[in-house]
């Protein structure tokens, strides 16, 4: 013999984030912002993601302000997509799933979108990227300086451009 008992409960309400148009903006406090609330009560909405070919699944949306080139990190079990704010036509983004949780943006207003199952959120670290070395073109150019044969070169590529097509002659 046994009993049973059944209990209705009320729906989870959706998120206030839970569409693109009411995009949670991000408090930064020095180089991290939490990402408050979870996933549960999400619906799926929004531009397809370009994170999977798959079905969309629950989503909620943050705003995320860059004022100088940044690197920024997304710490989260959820799958994280970031993209150029304009919720009717945003994307394509760039997908940060777990083997790339970093990604390098431009000074701008941008929409971070996290999806997946019901679970917390966790947190966003941006980074500021120095501007490039004084070394970083041709004119620029830091002299190599010989010592018994020999040339020790140092110095960090943090922040240095990519200018391989540039030729180095005037």
Do not use: H, M
């Amino acid at each position: 013999k046994y009993a049973v008992a059944v209990r209705r409960l009320p729906p989870t309400p959706e998120p206030l984030n839970d569409r693109c148009e009411n995009a949670t903006p991000l408090s930064f406090s020095g180089q991290s912002a939490p990402l408050p609330g979870t996933l549960r009560g999400a619906t799926t909405g929004g531009p397809e993601s370009s994170c999977s070919s798959a079905p969309l699944e629950p989503d909620v949306w943050f705003t995320l302000p860059i004022e100088v080139p940044s690197r920024v990190r997304v710490s989260t079990g959820a799958v994280a997509e970031v993209l150029r704010p304009s919720c009717g036509a945003a994307g394509p983004g760039t997908c940060l799933d777990f083997s790339r949780r970093c990604v390098d943006l431009e000074p701008g207003q941008w929409l971070l979108r996290l999806s997946g199952d019901d679970q917390a959120l966790g947190e966003v670290q941006r980074v500021p990227i120095p501007g490039p070395p004084p070394n970083d073109t041709c004119p620029g150019a830091a002299p190599i300086i010989f010592s018994a044969g020999e040339a020790r070169l140092e110095g960090k590529l943090w922040g240095a451009r990519n200018d391989l097509s540039l030729p180095c002659s005037s």
